[in-house]
């Protein structure tokens, strides 16, 4: 009977475990191997141990309010911040849902919880000072608590972001230096603000104050320039012949370099590109016949620029800078690419031949602050088209627009004083005098003066009929107008007459030829200025005893001129300047035995010309009077013959013999006045052509007594 309630207690506490065991507090599955403890005297739950026979242990695990919880790992603590509350270290039983303290004492989560410290503020790292600026405040150095958004000075005291700031400093500028070619300054980068310019002192190349380190091209020579005895600064006198890009520096011996001298760089084919320090002030002359230059900054230090550019045959465009106040004679003569100018408000004048020759200037305007435009300032611009004069000129010089082939009008502001333009390109003075531009052919009846050029290269002018009313009408009015057939003079005129062609004649007989005539009639006694100018279908001309003076650029541009005629009795005397300049079909003339000088330019660039015979009566050779005879191989210098002129066979590639017939005396000079000459020897004919055309081109030649 015992036997058989044992067995039923012990069913009872298996059924007792299941439940437990679907309850999900298993006494047997304690995860963290620690065995739930019991009351004092009581078993452990096992439900057959021999060691307790008397079951009592089996009914007291039987109970269904005690298990073993599964506690886990510990869960530290959680400390509270200035924002958030904190948790105690605990252990939490998933299977009942219960807290316990680090000591696995029963608890709750609110018995847990650590109070919100107000303290407890997480500062992170110190914020350094931002320094405030010229634009900008600054901020103290702080500390900021992410938790609860609030400010800390240095010290960890609360504090708030308006007493942190620090005001703007209109002073506290941040400076860093910009350099030029010839200075140095700061800029802040905060508000823009520039200190002053100050200039280098280089040494060695370097500015010790910036650190600005100059380019300079090797081989350039200096010059001093003294005032009241002192030496106040550089000019280049001699560039290079070879280097593409030249660096001009700012200090030469720690001294500014403040100009470029004449013919500096003359002739230097291979330079491109040129850069000009803000030192320089000056540039006379320095880029003649640099065929290659295509671009150049000049510096707004710069204040004068005469003839610095004549001859750059591939410079495009240009800016004058606002300290210059004339553009200098010939500053820009044959520079054939140009076709673009920007003049400065500051420049009042226009010098002589400024522009002559730039074939590619199809527009410029002159700023109202130009008073005078120079004689042939703009001749031969043949793709002007227009030309507007302001207010402010009061004078035009001689020839201006000649040969502006394509010009169609010039205006002239109604506010000029002095001139006034009625009609396409003719502008008038109050005394009616003209200046006549290329392509008017109707002339008003109030005409008394036709000016020098008036209609030159106007070459698609057929006819003109001159007013009763002109009574002067100047040199070469009507040169290189190729298709003009004729010029009627009204019959009522006093001075002029017109018989044939293009001749028109005074009562003197003296004439003006005009291009296509080539029959001079006995008793002319003057060839005018371009009378034949660019009669390029001319091929030979005879010259009359009558003829005593053939004037300036009379046979200009005759390109198939081949032979000219002089009678035996020729009583010319003269040959003027540039006379057959261009005549590049002429292979050999005999200059009469009257002629006492060869004017400048008189043959140049007449490239056929392989024997010229100079009488004795000459005694001069002018300027540049044989420039560019490239096939001219030998030439008597006869005993009359006192002065050579600079650069008269310059270019004259073939010349291998010069003889002169007189050898005593002869001196050389770079100055016209012929101080510091050296003496000459020039009893070889072969040595002469090479002074003549090498070394000594650019001297003056004379002999003594």
Known sequence: ???????????????????????????????????????????????????????????????????????????????????????????????????????????????????????????????????????????????????????????????????????????????????????????????????????????DGVCPACGYVEK?????????????????????????????????????????????????????????????????????????????????????????????FQGCTSLTEITIPNRITSIGDYTFLNCESLTEITISASVTSIGEYAFSGCTSLESITIPDSVTSIGECAFCNCESLTEITISASVTSIGEYAFRGCTSLESITVDKKNKVYRSESNCIIETETQTLIVGCKSSKIPESVTSIGDYAFEDCISLTEIAIPASVTSIGSGAFARCESLESITVDKKNKVYRSESNCIIETETQTLIVGCKSSKIPEGVTTIGESAFAGCTSLNEITIPNSVTSIGERAFQGCTSLKRVYFCDNSNLTSIGDFAFYGCTSLTEITIPNRVTSIGRYSFAGCTSLTEITIPDSVTSIGFEAFYGCTSLTEITIPDSVTSIDRNAFRECTSLERVIFENTAGWKVSYHSDMSNSEEINVNDPEQNANNLKGRYTDYYWKRGE
């Open 1 to 203: 009977m015992k036997r058989k309630l044992l067995l039923a207690l012990i069913a009872l506490t298996c059924a007792l475990c299941l439940v437990f065991s679907l309850a999900g507090c298993n006494p047997a599955a304690n995860q963290s191997g620690d065995q739930q403890e019991t009351p004092e005297g009581q078993g452990s739950g096992s439900s057959d141990s021999e060691d307790n026979p008397g079951g009592q242990g089996g009914e007291q695990g039987g109970n269904s309010d005690e298990h073993v919880h599964n506690y886990g790992e510990l869960i530290p603590e959680q400390p509270a911040t200035c924002k958030k509350e904190g948790l105690q270290a605990h252990y939490y039983c998933e299977g009942c849902e219960k807290y316990f303290d680090s000591e696995k004492h029963e608890t709750t989560l609110e018995q847990l919880k650590i109070d919100i410290d107000l303290n407890a503020h997480i500062y992170g790292e110190l914020i350094p000072e931002q320094p405030a600026t010229c634009k900008k405040e600054g901020l103290q150095a702080h500390y900021y608590c992410e938790g609860c958004e609030k400010y800390f000075d240095s010290e960890k005291h609360e504090t708030t972001l308006e007493q942190l700031k620090i005001s703007i400093d209109p002073n506290a500028h941040n400076h860093k230096f910009k350099c030029s070619q010839t200075e140095h300054w700061q800029v802040c980068t905060d508000c823009g603000e520039e200190t002053a310019h100050t200039p280098h002192k280089v040494s």
């Open 216 to 308: 300079c091209t090797e081989g350039l020579e200096f010059t001093e320039i003294e005032e009241n005895e002192k030496t106040v600064g550089y000019s280049v006198s001699q560039g290079t012949a070879t280097d593409s890009h030249i660096f001009i520096p700012s200090f030469y011996n720690n001294l500014p370099v403040i100009s470029i001298g004449g013919r500096a760089f003359q002739h230097c084919s291979s330079l491109t590109e040129i850069t000009i320090p803000e030192s320089v002030t000056s540039i006379d002359g320095a880029f003649q016949g640099c065929s290659s230059l295509t671009e150049i900054t000049i510096p707004e230090s710069v204040t004068s620029i005469d003839g610095a």
